[in-house]
């Protein structure tokens, strides 16, 4: 009965690295695909003007 639940505690050890590896792996992904999207959005940002600041002619 040992050894049954020395294999149970090593797959489940395997599981949760294997989880959180997935997790560090898609949290990048998100940081990355957000950093970019702000990046692509900043000069359009900077170059906008609100309406009620234009001068009239």
Known sequence: MSRA???LARH???DN???RTMIMVL???DITS???LLFSLSPHA???VPPHSRQRP
Do not use: D
């Open 46 to 48: 900077s170059t906008f």
């Open 12 to 14: 489940g050890s395997f």
């Open 17 to 19: 690295l294997y989880l």
């Open 27 to 29: 949290a990048s992904v």
């Open 5 to 7: 639940s020395g294999r």
């Open 34 to 36: 957000f950093g970019i």
